[in-house]
């Protein structure tokens, strides 16, 4: 019974800890979050850029003291992974400082698996151990089913704006051809019209 309610509190910790978020971020501006780790707390952010310009949007991760741990320029898809070296708060931003037009939307997941692991070392069972690698499990398919979400997205947005564009194209042909044909039978009938001379 103590080992059901050590693995329903396990589980329980493991999904309060996930944080699927979107965000849009505007022209020239970046967005920034932030996460409260311990020394040898490990830190997971994945991101997925779902719409929005070139699809690119610029990371960077800074520890409590204000230094640049990670820095990426104009990536579509991240995954970075941070182990805390000081206690404190880490901050992680999204820039959209290079667009000068294009808003982007970002669709991003934190992990914070280590602090669980760490507490829950003493007294482990096998079970509980399967059950921790089956929660990290689902939270990966979890992270690609987000990512196939967006690339879906961003494809049937882009079939959508592909058949506007035929469609359009289509009904200018055919008003044209429209156009031509009562043209010609106009011109045709002027033609051949005889001109009485009075």
């Not at 089956?134 to 997205?153: N, W």
Request: aromatic share 12%.
């Amino acid at each position: 019974m103590r080992g059901f309610f050590i693995t329903l509190t396990i589980a329980f910790c493991l999904f309060a800890t996930i944080n699927a978020l979107s965000v849009d971020i505007q022209p020239h501006s970046e967005e920034c979050f932030f996460e409260d780790l311990d020394v040898g707390d490990k830190l997971t952010v994945s991101y997925q850029v779902g719409e929005g310009g070139n699809l690119d949007i610029d990371f960077m991760i800074i520890d409590p003291e204000d230094n640049l741990i990670k820095s990426t320029a104009r990536e579509s898809v991240g995954n970075h992974v941070v182990t805390a070296n000081k206690k404190g708060k880490y901050t992680y931003c999204f820039s959209n400082v290079m667009s000068s037009v294009t808003a982007k939307s970002i669709n991003f997941n934190v992990h914070d698996m280590e602090r669980i692991q760490e507490t829950a070392k003493t007294h482990i069972d096998p079970i509980e151990r399967e059950i921790r690698e089956l929660a990290e499990s689902i939270f990966a398919i979890k992270d690609e089913q987000e990512y196939l979400v967006a690339r879906e997205r961003q494809h049937r947005d882009t079939a959508e704006s592909t058949n506007a564009r035929v469609k359009w194209w289509s009904i200018g042909q055919l008003t044209l051809l429209v156009a031509v044909c009562f043209w010609q039978v106009f011109y045709l009938k002027r033609f051949f019209e005889v001109k009485r001379v009075v």
